[in-house]
């Protein structure tokens, strides 16, 4: 059974797309970001910073639509997201 609807406007709505920026060495490794992102756009790093601890890294950064929820959730202001820039030509 199919609960949801295609919007009558589909063609006419764009979907935002984020840029992830991560200062590595200011993560503790607590992975909030990464558990809690709606889009799958994150996981840890096998690298180190230098606390010693796993940040993460992006894995799928087309799938970011820029809602800022890892923003929200991290500690230590370690990640945010902006809006990437079209170019329409």
């Not at 009558?8 to 558990?35: N, Y």
Request: aromatic fraction near 8%.
């Amino acid at each position: 059974m199919k609960h949801w609807r295609t919007p009558f406007d589909i063609e006419e709505v764009k979907v935002p797309q984020g840029e992830i920026h991560i200062i590595k060495d200011r993560c503790k490794g607590c992975s909030f970001c990464v558990e809690y992102c709606p889009k799958d756009v994150l996981e840890m790093s096998e690298e180190y910073n230098a606390k010693g601890y796993h940040p993460p890294r992006v894995k799928n950064p087309e799938n970011c639509v820029n809602c800022g929820l890892c923003e929200m959730l991290c500690p230590e202001f370690a990640i945010w997201s902006t809006l990437k820039e079209e170019n329409e030509d």
